[in-house]
């Protein structure tokens, strides 16, 4: 029987929870700043100049990566300038962005899906529409959605992640809410593309009315919805598919070898509107929460400001903090003035307090028992901490999914996902390096085999050479006497027959 | 982002809380020596600290309030004679906090449990000290006196439980002729085990190593005792004499130096346990609870390196 459990984990509450969960529509920013570069791949090149008018929706840069996906005008105006902006990133590092100043019209470019009976178009055709369209996972990660549906041939379950990857954040919840149809067409359509004979829509159980709407709108026997115990990191891939399914994917491998595909349910929303009408993704659900406002769920086009949404809310006007993403795993940021992109699923605005001061580890293991992936984090502190590579991967640095139950749950305060996610990164540049000097090494290696191999070929042939110019001198020597002897002999015949003749 | 839970240094206070008990209990027997050697040792904690943490060029009143320096004061000061000179006390706790903590580094870096490793070293520094014991409850004038050397405190003290048991056990003299029931240490026991109890229900500590060390205990004494049960100490004994209880709940769970894998706590606790009886037993001196901790911790890295727990999807 499943309890629908994974170690660890943390059952956090909903820190700023709301009676209502309702879906307001930004008005149209005045001008978008949109990325380039995304989460995974190279950057986009332009496909436009400055002073150009672009309708909404229109393909403004193109990659030929194919990992990765175009990047469209989330509103109709003119392109403004195409330089390097603040990004919402970790690093806190500018990044070439394509601006685009609004002409107020929001009018869209006309492109055609499959329409609603999608049924008669194959795959590939949807996979094409899904990867033009432009949608990647918006739970957060930003993993392109038709790479891991182009990996996704033998697939036996599918399942859709309604489980909201963190407290505070309520936008798919939002989504659920409202959008339950389009969801669960969502569904059909990615039923189709992988072959699976069921999906599940993972739901955590504090969201009673996204699960009666999406039970309402659903009417196919091969979709299930089923609610899951309210825990922290539930929205973890791996350990949702261990949850619902008890298949543990191997380190290092993928949901997909295991014949699983996970879509977050956003995603699934956004594929709906791409597979039937081929429309891109330009807009996503914000939740803007924190303890300075009113929490409210935002449906916002991409590139517009955070200060734009959160100018929305009854914000006070003390000192703030801001942070992106969740509270466990977002990002600390100091300024508002950023793009919105496709993985900004929340916005943090609480009042400035004085941060927590890190004190020593007193190995007290609290950290432990909350790892999903039952890694020993305290023990991993200290590696990281002294730059241990090797003991850190001993100790499986890299499983380590971030999720920051550890840093939560330390009495000490230590942000240890910050050492973590240095760590990581650490072992990767070293394990580059080791590969760079294997590789270097195994050349030289070769080459020294191949002078030698050269050397010992060329001795070879020379010996044969010599050897075989020995038989020939040989057997020359042999004709050269057998001629002789016969020309002794013919002589001696001529001799003989002249004395015979005498 | 952090929880709400207990934070360090609030942690330390409640472990501290949680010795009241048995402190009260050891007062009630044994009078103001107890408290006396208490207030010595913190104080004499809390400037060592100060003077090394200068030394180390650290922020003093950050260590200093964490309340770990105190703690360790606490727990050696408990487990000396509360008639013991004054500067035994004083002298072990230097060594525990210089020694034992601040030359590794400082709270979380010591390899052993600081507040042990003071006790062994003046177990063996000063045996005949460490091992008197007031027979009678001491007045705080009485108590200042003896502990200040203001007088002889011949006629007030003894040997301690365990020594007297074990001396008339070597003598030859039969079990049953000994009042073996020390009422007092059993109480003293009983007041830490409702100390270690509140500290599980707060979730400060695990179970799991208090559990494996009782029962090492257990199984050890009852192993001796199936070969020799005349000789030896029968296993409830055990637990309530001496200072197992405090051992079991305050001294083996002290995070720094204990294993921290579950699979590793139990090892640890266990094998604590086990060497406490056989030093008891066969040992010169009586109490074998701080050599048994400290020999634990030293193998505390190999059994946390062996008992890692299973990593998701390996």
């Known amino acids: 029987m499943l309890n629908f459990e994974f170690p660890g984990g943390i059952k956090i509450d909903n820190p700023y929870p ?38 909404t929706g229109q393909v403004i840069a193109q990659t030929e990566d194919a990992f990765c996906v175009p990047i469209h005008a989330s509103i ?15 690093s806190g590092l500018k990044s070439t962005c394509i601006s685009i100043d609004s002409d107020g019209k929001d009018e869209w470019i006309s492109e055609q899906g499959c329409g609603q009976d999608f049924l008669h178009c194959d795959r590939q055709t949807m996979i094409d529409y899904i990867q033009k369209s432009g949608i990647v996972g918006l739970g957060g990660a930003g993993f392109p959605s038709h790479t891991k549906l182009s990996k996704a041939f033998d697939c036996h379950t599918l399942i859709i992640n309604g489980t909201e990857c963190e407290p505070g954040i309520m936008c798919d919840d939002a989504l659920m809410q409202h959008h339950a149809r389009e969801v669960i067409r969502g569904v059909e359509i990615l039923l189709h593309i992988t072959g699976a004979q069921k999906a599940i829509i993972a739901i955590e159980d504090d969201k009673h009315e996204a699960y009666q709407s999406l039970l309402m709108f659903n009417h196919n026997a091969r979709i299930s919805i089923q609610q899951l115990p309210t825990k922290y990191t539930s929205g973890a891939e791996k350990l949702l598919i261990k949850a ?20 977050n349910v956003s995603s699934t929303k956004a594929i709906y509107d791409a597979v039937i009408d081929q429309r891109p993704l330009v807009s996503r659900i914000v939740t803007v929460t924190g303890n300075a406002l009113s929490p409210i769920n935002v449906e916002v086009r991409l590139g517009a400001s955070f200060e734009h949404i959160i100018n929305l809310t009854d914000v006070n006007n003390k000192a703030h903090d801001y942070r992106m993403g969740g509270m466990m795993m977002g990002v600390d940021i100091d300024t508002i003035h950023m793009p919105i992109c496709k993985i900004t699923n929340c916005i943090f605005v609480n009042n400035k307090t004085q941060k927590h001061i890190a004190q020593e580890c007193i190995r007290c293991n609290s950290c432990n028992p909350v790892c999903p992936i039952g890694l020993l984090p305290q023990q991993l502190y200290w590696h990281a901490k002294s730059e241990n590579v090797e003991k850190c991967i001993d100790y499986s640095l890299m499983d380590c999914i971030e999720c920051a139950c550890c840093s939560y749950v330390c009495p000490s305060h230590i942000d240890l996902v910050s050492y973590f996610s240095f760590a990581k990164a650490l072992c990767k540049k070293q394990t580059a ?11 030289f290696e070769f080459r020294e085999y191949r002078l030698e191999r050269n050397k010992q070929e060329r001795a070879e042939m020379m010996a044969a050479k010599k050897q075989a110019l020995k038989e020939k001198m040989a057997k020359d020597k042999d004709k050269n006497q057998e001629q002789k002897d016969k020309i002794a002999q013919a002589m001696a015949r001529v001799k003989k027959s002249k004395e015979d003749n005498a | 982002m952090h929880s709400t839970g207990l934070n360090t240094n609030q942690i330390m206070r409640q472990v501290i809380y949680a010795l009241v008990l048995g402190v009260s209990v050891s007062y009630v027997f044994f009078g103001w020596g107890v408290i006396i050697q208490i207030l010595l040792g913190v104080t004499s904690a809390l400037v060592v600290e100060s003077v090394i943490l200068a030394v180390r060029g650290r922020q003093i009143l950050d260590s200093i309030s964490d309340g770990s320096a105190a703690l360790t004061a606490i727990l050696l000061a408990i487990s000396i004679p509360a008639i013991a000179p004054w500067w035994v006390v004083v002298v072990g706790v230097a060594f525990a906090i210089v020694f034992g903590k601040q030359l590794y580094g400082g709270l979380g870096n010591n390899p052993f449990n ?17 091992t008197t014991w007031p027979i009678d409850f001491l007045s705080f004038s009485q108590a200042s006196e003896v502990v200040f050397n203001l007088l002889n405190f011949d006629g007030l003290s003894g040997a301690t439980r365990l020594d007297d048991v074990k001396t008339n056990l070597s003598l030859g003299n039969d079990l049953s002729t000994l009042h073996l029931h020390s009422v007092s240490q059993a109480w003293i026991n009983i007041g830490f085990l409702l100390g270690g109890i509140y500290l599980l229900a707060r979730k400060i500590i695990a179970w799991h190593i208090p559990l494996a060390f009782l029962l090492g205990i257990v199984i050890m004494a009852l192993l001796i005792s199936i070969f020799d049960s005349q000789q030896h100490l029968p296993a409830q004994n055990h637990l309530i004499l001496g200072g197992t209880m405090l051992g079991a709940f305050f001294i083996a769970t002290d995070p720094v130096s204990a294993s921290t894998t579950p699979k590793g706590r139990l090892i640890y606790g266990f094998l604590i346990g086990v060497l406490v009886v056989i030093i008891r037993t066969y040992g010169n001196y009586p109490e074998g609870i701080a050599f048994a901790v400290l020999l634990m911790n030293m193998t505390v890295p190999l059994i946390d390196y062996y008992t890692q727990p299973k990593v998701f999807g390996r």
């Open chain 1, 244 to 263: 619902l399914l008890s298949i543990e994917i191997p380190s290092g491998g993928f949901a997909a070898d295991s014949g699983v595909v996970c879509q």
């Open chain 1, 433 to 443: 390096e080791q590969h760079k000097i294997d590789i270097a090494r195994e050349r």
């Open chain 1, 76 to 90: 109709s105006g003119t392109v403004s300038a195409i330089d390097k902006q603040l990004i919402p990133h970790k």
């Open chain 2, 114 to 130: 600081p507040a042990m490793l003071g006790y062994a070293f003046l177990l063996i520094s000063y045996p005949l000290q460490m």
């Open chain 1, 18 to 55: 709301i009676e209502r969960v309702e879906i307001i529509q930004a008005p149209l920013p005045t001008s978008v700043v949109l990325p380039l570069q995304q989460r995974i791949g190279e950057e986009a090149k332009p496909c436009v100049k400055v002073g150009d008018r672009v309708l």
